[in-house]
């Protein structure tokens, strides 16, 4: 499978074109806008109730931040006044997933178009698969959350040297391994087929690093080749975290894709 990888690469992006991966794309980059607010605060309010630790707020927030690339987008901040709402109850929270829900049928639809699944699931048995891709979510956030936490408790505060790789541990490493964590169980479970692990785990990680290399090339995009705030003034916030949205959705999919390939030949 390691020596078909080289031309699986080509003829994915062949695929991701003949897939109407860019329109895909657009369609999860919509539905990504109005779910990542009920999503995030659904995570978070679950977290706290079982929890009881207010700290998992700022983690949850600094995760977010991390999927982003580093340019100015006010609306993060915007996110995070509302995940530190108190005193919400528990119809909202529900509330909160529900509304969560169109993002999964929306990444489960494309990833049966994708893996050329022309039979969908019961729209009941589709709402029962996102609530579950959810509460894996708050699993791993909840197991990175803990992880983090532990080692901030063991840091070594009088050896500087090992203190930053623990430092460099929680920020980058713990948070790679949530998003690849996450990414992998959307292309294990939300597609009605069963794919092998190998080419998942490869796709998974194909994925997940290029998701994080394009972060900061898209940072560089924004802000010196497009200079989009110049271009759109006020509503530049808005574009920009619609284009990365869109550029991340698209890099999901060309994975799917990827995995279709490896998936399906002998």
Not at 73 to 86: A, F, R, S, V
Not at 100 to 117: D, G, H, P
Not at 215 to 238: E, H
Request: hydrophobic residues 55%; charged residues 15%; positive net charge.
């Amino acid at each position: 499978m390691i020596l078909r990888l080289p031309k699986s690469i080509i003829v994915s992006f062949k695929d991701f074109y003949k897939d109407e991966g860019i329109y895909l794309s657009a369609a999860l980059a919509f539905f990504s806008i109005l779910s990542i607010i009920p999503l995030s605060m659904f995570i978070v309010n679950i977290l706290i109730t079982f929890t009881k630790e207010e700290t998992i707020v700022r983690f949850v927030y600094n995760k977010l931040v991390y999927l982003f690339p580093s340019i100015e987008i006010q609306m993060m901040t915007e996110i995070k006044k509302l995940l530190m709402l108190k005193g919400v109850s528990e119809i909202s929270i529900l509330l909160y997933g529900f509304f969560s829900l169109q993002l999964f049928t929306a990444i489960e639809f494309s990833l049966n178009k994708i893996f050329k699944i022309s039979k969908q699931r019961n729209i009941l048995v589709s709402f029962l698969m996102s609530f579950f891709i959810i509460l894996i979510i708050i699993v791993a956030v909840a197991a990175s959350f803990g992880i983090s936490y532990i080692i901030k408790l063991i840091r070594p505060p009088m050896i500087e040297e090992l203190s930053t790789i623990m430092r460099f541990f929680v920020k980058y490493v713990i948070t790679f391994l949530l998003v690849f964590v996450i990414i992998g169980c959307l292309y294990k479970f939300l597609p009605k087929k069963k794919i092998k692990t190998v080419p998942i785990l490869i796709g998974t990680l194909i994925t997940t690093i290029l998701i994080e290399f394009a972060k900061y090339i898209f940072a560089f995009y924004v802000s010196n080749i497009i200079k989009i705030s110049t271009l759109y003034g006020s509503v530049s916030t808005f574009l920009a975290l619609l284009m990365w949205l869109f550029y991340a959705w698209a890099v999901f999919l060309y994975g799917a894709e990827l995995i279709n390939n490896l998936d399906r030949k002998k």
